[in-house]
Protein backbone atom coordinates (compact mmCIF):
# COMPACT_ATOMS: atom_id res chain seq x y z
CA UNK A 1 0.00 0.00 0.00
CA UNK A 2 1.30 3.06 -0.65
CA UNK A 3 -0.62 6.20 -1.04
CA UNK A 4 0.11 10.06 -0.60
CA UNK A 5 -2.44 9.96 2.40
CA UNK A 6 -0.85 7.16 4.36
CA UNK A 7 1.74 8.45 6.44
CA UNK A 8 -0.56 11.61 8.00
CA UNK A 9 0.22 11.68 11.66
CA UNK A 10 -2.75 10.99 14.19
CA UNK A 11 -3.86 14.97 14.64
CA UNK A 12 -3.57 15.55 18.75
CA UNK A 13 -6.28 17.33 20.51
CA UNK A 14 -5.81 20.50 21.60
CA UNK A 15 -5.91 19.84 25.68
CA UNK A 16 -4.14 16.94 25.94
CA UNK A 17 -0.92 18.77 23.59
CA UNK A 18 -1.19 21.25 26.06
CA UNK A 19 -0.71 18.97 28.94
CA UNK A 20 1.46 17.01 27.64
CA UNK A 21 3.89 20.16 26.79
CA UNK A 22 3.76 21.88 30.28
CA UNK A 23 3.96 18.32 32.32
CA UNK A 24 6.91 18.30 30.03
CA UNK A 25 8.10 21.78 31.25
CA UNK A 26 7.71 21.78 34.82
CA UNK A 27 10.05 18.71 34.72
CA UNK A 28 12.95 21.45 34.23
CA UNK A 29 12.54 23.37 37.22
CA UNK A 30 13.72 20.06 38.82
CA UNK A 31 16.84 20.40 37.25
CA UNK A 32 17.61 24.34 37.52
CA UNK A 33 15.82 27.28 39.59
CA UNK A 34 15.13 30.59 39.31
CA UNK A 35 14.87 32.50 36.10
CA UNK A 36 16.45 30.16 34.14
CA UNK A 37 14.00 27.69 34.82
CA UNK A 38 11.48 29.90 34.10
CA UNK A 39 12.98 30.55 30.48
CA UNK A 40 13.65 27.08 29.89
CA UNK A 41 9.88 26.19 30.85
CA UNK A 42 8.86 28.52 28.55
CA UNK A 43 10.88 27.14 25.86
CA UNK A 44 10.16 23.75 25.85
CA UNK A 45 6.45 23.81 26.15
CA UNK A 46 6.72 26.10 23.45
CA UNK A 47 9.12 23.90 21.69
CA UNK A 48 6.60 21.32 22.25
CA UNK A 49 3.78 22.89 21.18
CA UNK A 50 4.75 24.24 17.82
CA UNK A 51 6.78 21.16 16.74
CA UNK A 52 3.63 19.25 17.33
CA UNK A 53 1.43 21.57 15.33
CA UNK A 54 4.17 21.71 12.79
CA UNK A 55 4.63 18.07 12.40
CA UNK A 56 0.65 18.36 11.78
CA UNK A 57 0.66 20.77 8.76
CA UNK A 58 3.71 19.34 7.27
CA UNK A 59 2.12 15.58 7.67
CA UNK A 60 -0.62 17.07 4.80
CA UNK A 61 0.50 16.08 1.44
CA UNK A 62 0.32 19.37 -0.43
CA UNK A 63 -2.92 19.34 -2.32
CA UNK A 64 -1.53 21.51 -5.18
CA UNK A 65 1.06 19.00 -5.93
CA UNK A 66 -1.44 15.62 -6.05
CA UNK A 67 -1.94 14.14 -9.33
CA UNK A 68 -4.34 12.02 -10.87
CA UNK A 69 -6.04 9.65 -9.12
CA UNK A 70 -5.00 10.80 -5.75
CA UNK A 71 -5.91 14.42 -6.98
CA UNK A 72 -9.53 13.20 -7.84
CA UNK A 73 -10.06 11.03 -4.86
CA UNK A 74 -8.53 13.96 -2.18
CA UNK A 75 -11.59 15.80 -3.23
CA UNK A 76 -14.33 13.16 -3.19
CA UNK A 77 -12.69 12.49 -0.03
CA UNK A 78 -12.62 16.19 2.11
CA UNK A 79 -13.34 19.14 1.33
CA UNK A 80 -10.17 20.39 0.34
CA UNK A 81 -10.88 24.18 0.99
CA UNK A 82 -12.08 23.63 4.43
CA UNK A 83 -8.55 21.26 5.09
CA UNK A 84 -6.06 23.74 3.54
CA UNK A 85 -7.73 27.11 5.81
CA UNK A 86 -7.35 24.38 8.59
CA UNK A 87 -4.31 23.76 8.11
CA UNK A 88 -3.46 27.18 7.71
CA UNK A 89 -4.76 28.10 11.00
CA UNK A 90 -2.35 25.68 12.79
CA UNK A 91 0.33 26.62 11.19
CA UNK A 92 -0.31 29.96 12.23
CA UNK A 93 -1.02 28.56 15.79
CA UNK A 94 2.48 27.12 15.63
CA UNK A 95 4.18 30.75 14.70
CA UNK A 96 1.70 32.54 17.71
CA UNK A 97 3.28 29.93 20.28
CA UNK A 98 7.25 31.06 19.50
CA UNK A 99 6.36 34.42 19.56
CA UNK A 100 4.57 33.93 22.42
CA UNK A 101 8.06 32.44 24.20
CA UNK A 102 10.33 34.88 22.32
CA UNK A 103 7.88 37.87 24.50
CA UNK A 104 8.22 35.89 27.12
CA UNK A 105 12.16 35.34 26.80
CA UNK A 106 12.69 39.11 27.34
CA UNK A 107 9.85 39.84 30.34
CA UNK A 108 11.66 37.22 31.90
CA UNK A 109 15.40 38.66 31.50
CA UNK A 110 13.90 42.26 32.76
CA UNK A 111 12.16 40.43 35.42
CA UNK A 112 13.72 42.03 39.19
CA UNK A 113 12.58 39.03 41.58
CA UNK A 114 12.15 35.64 40.77
CA UNK A 115 8.56 35.67 41.36
CA UNK A 116 8.21 38.44 38.56
CA UNK A 117 10.15 35.58 36.20
CA UNK A 118 7.28 33.52 37.81
CA UNK A 119 4.65 35.29 36.52
CA UNK A 120 5.73 35.89 33.26
CA UNK A 121 6.04 32.54 32.58
CA UNK A 122 2.57 31.70 33.72
CA UNK A 123 1.05 34.38 31.49
CA UNK A 124 3.21 32.90 28.72
CA UNK A 125 1.51 29.47 29.52
CA UNK A 126 -1.83 31.31 29.63
CA UNK A 127 -1.42 32.90 26.09
CA UNK A 128 -0.63 29.38 25.00
CA UNK A 129 -3.02 27.54 26.02
CA UNK A 130 -5.54 30.23 24.27
CA UNK A 131 -4.25 30.34 21.12
CA UNK A 132 -3.74 26.55 20.85
CA UNK A 133 -7.36 26.00 22.34
CA UNK A 134 -8.07 28.89 19.72
CA UNK A 135 -7.94 26.19 16.87
CA UNK A 136 -9.48 23.24 17.90
CA UNK A 137 -12.17 23.01 15.86
CA UNK A 138 -9.41 23.52 13.43
CA UNK A 139 -7.66 20.29 14.63
CA UNK A 140 -10.81 18.71 14.66
CA UNK A 141 -11.55 19.43 10.87
CA UNK A 142 -8.17 18.16 10.27
CA UNK A 143 -8.70 14.88 12.49
CA UNK A 144 -11.57 13.93 10.28
CA UNK A 145 -10.08 14.55 7.31
CA UNK A 146 -7.21 12.29 8.37
CA UNK A 147 -9.50 9.23 9.12
CA UNK A 148 -10.93 9.53 5.24
CA UNK A 149 -7.39 10.23 3.87
CA UNK A 150 -6.06 7.38 5.32
CA UNK A 151 -8.70 5.24 4.62
CA UNK A 152 -7.79 6.12 0.56
CA UNK A 153 -7.28 2.77 -1.38
CA UNK A 154 -4.25 2.34 -3.57
CA UNK A 155 -5.05 2.76 -7.11
CA UNK A 156 -3.24 0.27 -9.30
CA UNK A 157 -2.23 0.75 -12.96
CA UNK A 158 -5.29 -1.54 -14.13
CA UNK A 159 -8.00 -0.81 -16.45
CA UNK A 160 -10.81 1.35 -14.28
CA UNK A 161 -14.62 1.60 -14.63
CA UNK A 162 -15.52 4.96 -12.71
CA UNK A 163 -19.20 5.21 -11.33
CA UNK A 164 -21.39 8.60 -12.17
CA UNK A 165 -24.51 9.28 -11.61
CA UNK A 166 -26.81 11.48 -9.29
CA UNK A 167 -26.76 10.95 -5.49
CA UNK A 168 -28.79 8.40 -4.14
CA UNK A 169 -29.50 6.54 -7.75
CA UNK A 170 -27.66 3.18 -6.32
CA UNK A 171 -23.95 3.70 -6.96
CA UNK A 172 -22.34 2.07 -3.66
CA UNK A 173 -24.88 -0.48 -4.22
CA UNK A 174 -23.78 -1.25 -7.41
CA UNK A 175 -20.50 -1.00 -6.79
CA UNK A 176 -20.38 -3.88 -4.25
CA UNK A 177 -23.25 -5.78 -6.20
CA UNK A 178 -20.25 -5.72 -8.97
CA UNK A 179 -17.15 -6.38 -7.36
CA UNK A 180 -15.69 -8.71 -5.10
CA UNK A 181 -16.53 -6.43 -1.69
CA UNK A 182 -13.79 -7.20 0.38
CA UNK A 183 -14.84 -6.09 4.62
CA UNK A 184 -12.52 -3.63 4.43
CA UNK A 185 -14.17 -1.56 0.75
CA UNK A 186 -17.45 -2.12 2.80
CA UNK A 187 -17.19 -0.05 5.49
CA UNK A 188 -16.28 2.98 3.43
CA UNK A 189 -18.62 2.42 0.40
CA UNK A 190 -21.89 3.76 1.88
CA UNK A 191 -20.32 6.71 3.21
CA UNK A 192 -21.66 9.81 1.53
CA UNK A 193 -17.82 10.85 1.69
CA UNK A 194 -14.95 8.53 1.05
CA UNK A 195 -14.07 6.29 -1.64
CA UNK A 196 -15.62 3.02 -2.90
CA UNK A 197 -13.02 1.00 -4.59
CA UNK A 198 -13.41 -2.72 -6.01
CA UNK A 199 -12.12 -5.20 -8.31
CA UNK A 200 -13.43 -7.57 -10.82
CA UNK A 201 -11.49 -10.89 -12.45
CA UNK A 202 -11.83 -11.86 -16.15
CA UNK A 203 -12.35 -15.08 -15.78
CA UNK A 204 -11.66 -15.85 -19.34
CA UNK A 205 -8.19 -13.32 -19.46
CA UNK A 206 -7.33 -13.67 -15.83
CA UNK A 207 -7.43 -9.81 -15.75
CA UNK A 208 -8.06 -7.69 -12.71
CA UNK A 209 -10.03 -4.36 -13.41
CA UNK A 210 -10.87 -1.47 -11.10
CA UNK A 211 -14.33 0.01 -10.25
CA UNK A 212 -14.04 3.50 -8.55
CA UNK A 213 -16.71 5.38 -6.54
CA UNK A 214 -16.14 9.28 -6.02
CA UNK A 215 -19.05 10.32 -4.10
CA UNK A 216 -20.17 14.14 -4.67
CA UNK A 217 -18.17 14.35 -7.71
CA UNK A 218 -19.39 13.04 -10.44
CA UNK A 219 -22.73 13.69 -9.52
CA UNK A 220 -23.60 17.15 -10.17
CA UNK A 221 -23.26 19.62 -12.98
CA UNK A 222 -19.97 21.27 -13.90
CA UNK A 223 -20.89 24.78 -13.33
CA UNK A 224 -21.51 23.78 -10.02
CA UNK A 225 -17.62 22.62 -9.23
CA UNK A 226 -15.07 24.89 -8.01
CA UNK A 227 -11.36 24.68 -10.01
CA UNK A 228 -10.26 22.68 -7.85
CA UNK A 229 -12.59 20.49 -8.11
CA UNK A 230 -13.20 20.41 -12.19
CA UNK A 231 -9.39 19.67 -11.92
CA UNK A 232 -9.80 16.57 -9.74
CA UNK A 233 -12.97 15.30 -12.47
CA UNK A 234 -10.62 16.14 -15.12
CA UNK A 235 -7.99 13.57 -13.29
CA UNK A 236 -10.74 11.45 -12.94
CA UNK A 237 -11.38 11.44 -16.60
CA UNK A 238 -7.77 10.45 -17.05
CA UNK A 239 -8.30 7.22 -15.02
CA UNK A 240 -11.55 6.12 -16.52
CA UNK A 241 -11.32 3.55 -19.19
CA UNK A 242 -14.76 3.59 -18.89
CA UNK A 243 -17.87 5.55 -17.13
CA UNK A 244 -20.18 3.43 -15.52
CA UNK A 245 -23.85 6.24 -15.57
CA UNK A 246 -26.16 5.03 -13.30
CA UNK A 247 -30.57 6.61 -13.67
CA UNK A 248 -32.51 6.27 -11.38
CA UNK A 249 -35.90 6.35 -13.65
CA UNK A 250 -38.58 5.93 -10.29
CA UNK A 251 -36.61 9.57 -9.68
CA UNK A 252 -36.43 7.93 -5.71
CA UNK A 253 -33.42 9.47 -5.56
CA UNK A 254 -34.80 13.30 -5.50
CA UNK A 255 -33.59 14.10 -8.79
CA UNK A 256 -36.00 13.67 -12.01
CA UNK A 257 -34.79 11.94 -14.93
CA UNK A 258 -34.28 15.16 -17.16
CA UNK A 259 -31.60 16.46 -14.37
CA UNK A 260 -30.00 13.02 -14.67
CA UNK A 261 -30.06 13.36 -18.21
CA UNK A 262 -28.52 17.05 -18.42
CA UNK A 263 -25.47 15.22 -15.98
CA UNK A 264 -24.91 12.49 -18.57
CA UNK A 265 -24.87 15.02 -21.29
CA UNK A 266 -21.91 16.10 -19.59
CA UNK A 267 -20.20 12.75 -18.81
CA UNK A 268 -20.87 11.90 -22.35
CA UNK A 269 -18.41 15.16 -23.17
CA UNK A 270 -15.86 13.18 -21.59
CA UNK A 271 -13.52 11.29 -23.90
CA UNK A 272 -14.47 8.27 -22.51
CA UNK A 273 -16.77 5.51 -23.34
CA UNK A 274 -19.88 5.27 -21.33
CA UNK A 275 -22.19 2.19 -20.62
CA UNK A 276 -25.59 3.66 -19.25
CA UNK A 277 -27.37 1.23 -16.25
CA UNK A 278 -30.85 1.67 -15.26
CA UNK A 279 -31.40 0.67 -11.80
CA UNK A 280 -34.34 0.34 -9.37
CA UNK A 281 -36.09 -1.79 -11.96
CA UNK A 282 -37.87 -3.24 -9.24
CA UNK A 283 -39.46 0.07 -8.61
CA UNK A 284 -41.34 -0.68 -11.74
CA UNK A 285 -39.68 2.27 -14.17
CA UNK A 286 -37.30 2.09 -17.05
CA UNK A 287 -34.79 4.46 -18.67
CA UNK A 288 -35.39 3.41 -22.25
CA UNK A 289 -32.20 4.54 -23.65
CA UNK A 290 -29.72 2.50 -21.17
CA UNK A 291 -27.45 -0.01 -22.24
CA UNK A 292 -28.63 -2.29 -19.15
CA UNK A 293 -31.82 -2.57 -16.78
CA UNK A 294 -30.96 -3.93 -12.93
CA UNK A 295 -32.14 -4.02 -9.64
CA UNK A 296 -28.99 -3.38 -7.87
CA UNK A 297 -30.60 -4.33 -4.58
CA UNK A 298 -31.61 -7.81 -5.30
CA UNK A 299 -29.45 -10.44 -5.16
CA UNK A 300 -27.39 -11.65 -8.58
CA UNK A 301 -29.92 -8.40 -9.99
CA UNK A 302 -26.90 -6.53 -11.10
CA UNK A 303 -25.21 -9.32 -13.32
CA UNK A 304 -25.62 -7.91 -16.45
CA UNK A 305 -24.11 -4.82 -15.09
CA UNK A 306 -20.79 -7.04 -14.11
CA UNK A 307 -20.87 -8.65 -17.69
CA UNK A 308 -21.48 -5.53 -19.73
CA UNK A 309 -18.43 -3.63 -17.76
CA UNK A 310 -16.15 -7.14 -18.21
CA UNK A 311 -16.90 -6.80 -21.93
CA UNK A 312 -15.87 -3.39 -22.40
CA UNK A 313 -12.96 -3.19 -19.84
CA UNK A 314 -11.53 -6.25 -21.90
CA UNK A 315 -12.08 -4.62 -25.30
CA UNK A 316 -9.85 -1.60 -23.55
CA UNK A 317 -7.04 -4.00 -22.43
CA UNK A 318 -6.97 -6.31 -25.58
CA UNK A 319 -5.57 -3.05 -27.06
CA UNK A 320 -3.28 -2.44 -24.59
CA UNK A 321 -2.36 -4.46 -21.72
CA UNK A 322 -1.07 -2.93 -18.61
CA UNK A 323 2.19 -4.18 -17.05
CA UNK A 324 0.57 -5.37 -14.03
CA UNK A 325 -2.23 -7.31 -15.87
CA UNK A 326 0.29 -8.54 -17.94
CA UNK A 327 2.30 -9.91 -14.93
CA UNK A 328 -0.97 -11.86 -13.88
CA UNK A 329 -1.37 -13.94 -16.84
CA UNK A 330 -0.79 -17.57 -16.27
N1 LIG B 1 -35.66 -0.22 -4.64
C1 LIG B 1 -34.39 -0.13 -4.90
N2 LIG B 1 -33.59 0.63 -4.14
C2 LIG B 1 -32.28 0.71 -4.43
C3 LIG B 1 -31.72 -0.01 -5.52
N3 LIG B 1 -30.39 0.27 -5.57
C4 LIG B 1 -30.14 1.12 -4.55
N4 LIG B 1 -31.27 1.38 -3.86
C5 LIG B 1 -31.42 2.23 -2.68
O1 LIG B 1 -31.16 3.58 -3.03
C6 LIG B 1 -30.54 4.27 -1.94
C7 LIG B 1 -29.25 4.90 -2.40
O2 LIG B 1 -28.32 3.88 -2.72
P1 LIG B 1 -26.75 4.13 -2.72
O3 LIG B 1 -26.12 2.91 -3.26
O4 LIG B 1 -26.30 4.63 -1.41
O5 LIG B 1 -26.72 5.32 -3.78
P2 LIG B 1 -25.48 6.23 -4.20
O6 LIG B 1 -25.69 6.60 -5.61
O7 LIG B 1 -24.20 5.55 -3.84
O8 LIG B 1 -25.71 7.48 -3.27
P3 LIG B 1 -24.64 8.62 -2.86
O9 LIG B 1 -23.37 7.93 -2.48
O10 LIG B 1 -25.29 9.32 -1.74
O11 LIG B 1 -24.51 9.47 -4.08
C8 LIG B 1 -30.33 3.21 -0.86
O12 LIG B 1 -31.38 3.33 0.07
C9 LIG B 1 -30.42 1.90 -1.62
O13 LIG B 1 -30.86 0.85 -0.81
C10 LIG B 1 -32.58 -0.83 -6.31
O14 LIG B 1 -32.18 -1.50 -7.26
N5 LIG B 1 -33.89 -0.84 -5.96
MG1 LIG C 1 -22.64 6.20 -2.60
Redesign the pocket.
Known amino acids: MATPFERIPPVPEADEMIDAAFAKAARVSETSSGFESQQGMTNLAANRISSRLGQVVEGFPSFDRLEGFYLAVAHAAVDVDEVRKALARVDWASEQVERIADDAQSEISKAETTDEAIQARKRAFARMSSVVERVEDALETLREARARLVAVPEVRDLPTAV ?1 A ?11 SAITRASPEIESYA ?1 T ?1 KGI ?1 MGHIEDDDTYRTYQVV ?1 T ?2 LL ?1 RPADERNEMEAQAVEALEHLADLVVF ?1 V ?1 P ?1 E ?2 GYTVEQQEALLDEIRGFDVPVLVVS ?5 GDVYESADVT ?5 EG ?1 ADAVHEAVVEKLRRVTDDEVSPENDRQKP
Open positions: LGAPNVGKSTLLFTGDPGDVDSTCNKADLVTATEG
